[in-house]
């Protein structure tokens, strides 16, 4: 049994040399050589060895001023909140507003829960929560995406199952922002969205981290961002039933315009990736909205969970996916499906680490490479693909001015993402409405994160 401890202030860590030293020490240890062993690179536990240096970037995100860029979209959203607030609230007190933008993943699906790593961005859609301070010790909350219909749940004895709908999510917010805390008098909430719902774009997670950002406003509570994202994620397990991985939320809170993020989801910490100019992102809806119920995602999850179990018992007891070769999926007692989804988990783990030195060495026909090896697991392996993405991932990879394409986010139906070459976008994207092949085609270079509005 390894215990590592680490003692230091993270701003410190920036120009590396303590944090190199420290890694050294690890991947000398005979306990720990396993972490060496990965797809001819070396993954050393939790620390994030970059290319160009060494940044730990979670405890900076921590301290986003909350001055927002605010985009036309962003304002429009919040103009929707702030209508259906005041048909619905009383007038006069104070009442705050906040943005979480959706998010694509460029490459990294499905193995946030297996301890690997993500590489998604935020776009420039997504939620504004207006808030104020209620009365009668409920909560009334209410969305223009579902006129006329005020969910309201008391504050206290809050807990799963008491809500169900969408309005679970909120209950899950507002449960662990009110965690330790007196309970206010009551909360007003009214959320917009130009998000749609089931598209893989992460719309149940801008709904969490903008009801988040503006309950800790409207209660003066000054969270970390990591704090936030994992709180929304327990929203998301707890409350919604839905067992899913720290990548959404994690990207809503922390996101950064003009880059991608390169997130280590055991560690919870992440780095930059420049997204250059020269290249963008045309996001097309497949029209197949997801019916991803919590048990087909719950069963992926569990594939992997059992496989991993059996490489533990035959192996050692210390891994995650992510430490694992394709040649330990040959160890006794793995189901054949379940090895074809571990299959896929320590695969696209590779996939990710190669496509972070892809985008940043601009080899754009490798990264875009690794986007359609991705889907091609998703479908083959992961299973988590249909017909109507399977289409429009390959019309989109015989498209000129196309890098690569892949299904985004937990599949079932939703979006393809597709890595293009700036100057053609706005073509492809025409292409793809005036055929029909999409009914919503977006153009989008990275966004950044959730954030508190003025006003
Ligand atoms: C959903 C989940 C994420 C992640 C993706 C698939 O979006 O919320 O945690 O697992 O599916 O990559």
Not at 19 to 37: V, Y
Not at 315 to 326: I, K
Request: include cysteine; glycine fraction near 10%.
């Amino acid at each position: 049994m390894v215990l590592l401890l680490w003692v230091g202030r993270v701003p410190e860590w920036s120009n590396g040399a303590d944090c190199k030293s420290a890694i050294r020490g690890f991947e000398s240890h005979p306990d720990l050589s396993f972490l060496k062993q990965d797809h001819g690179q070396a993954i050393r536990g939790p620390f994030l060895p970059s290319p160009s240096g060494w940044t730990l970037n979670a405890a900076a995100a921590d301290m986003q001023p909350t001055s927002p860029n605010a985009s036309p979209g962003m304002l429009a959203v919040r103009t929707a909140a702030l209508d259906l607030y005041e048909s619905l609230y009383p007038k006069g007190g104070s009442r705050v507003a906040a943005y979480a933008p959706g998010r694509v993943n460029i490459i990294g699906e499905h193995i946030d829960y297996t301890g690997g790593f993500v590489m998604p961005m935020a776009i420039g859609r997504g939620t504004v929560c207006v808030a104020s301070l209620g009365e009668g010790g409920v909560a009334r909350v209410a969305s223009a995406q579902t006129p006329g219909n005020v969910v309201e749940f008391s504050l206290a004895g809050l807990s799963p199952g008491v809500v169900t709908g969408w309005g679970a999510y909120i209950a899950g917010v507002v449960k662990g922002c009110l965690d330790q805390r007196p309970l206010p008098p009551g909360l007003n909430l009214s959320f917009a969205s130009d998000l749609p719902v089931g598209a893989g774009l992460s719309s149940s997670a801008a709904l969490e981290v903008s009801a988040a950002l503006a309950v800790d406003a409207i209660l003066g509570v000054d969270r970390p961002r990591v704090d936030v994202a994992r709180l929304c994620r327990r929203a998301e397990r707890d409350y919604a039933g839905v067992p899913c991985g720290i990548m959404d939320q994690y990207i809503a809170c922390m996101a950064e315009a003009e880059h991608a993020l390169f997130i280590d989801c055991v560690s919870e910490q992440h780095r930059l990736v420049r997204i250059p100019p020269e290249v963008t992102f045309v996001i097309a809806d497949s029209g197949k909205r997801h019916e991803l119920t919590a048990g087909e995602y719950a069963d992926r999850r569990a594939s992997c969970e059992r496989a991993l179990d059996a490489i533990r018992k035959a192996r050692d007891p210390y891994r995650h996916l992510r430490h694992c070769t394709f040649a330990d999926l040959g160890v006794p007692g793995i189901d054949p499906v379940d090895r074809k989804r571990a299959r896929h988990s320590i695969g696209e783990c590779a996939r990710v680490l190669a496509a972070e030195q892809a985008f940043g060495s601009r080899r754009w026909a490798q990264a875009g490479d690794l986007m359609r090896q991705s889907h091609a697991s998703l479908r083959d392996d992961y299973e988590v693909s249909c017909d109507e993405l399977n289409t429009l991932a390959d019309r989109l990879n015989a498209m000129p001015g196309v890098h690569g394409a892949r299904l985004t986010g937990a599949g079932f139906g939703g979006c393809v993402v597709a890595l293009v070459h700036e100057s053609l976008a706005a073509e492809i994207a025409e292409e793809l409405r005036s055929s029909g092949a999409s009914p919503m085609v977006v153009v989008s270079r990275p966004a950044g994160a959730a954030t508190v509005l003025p006003g």
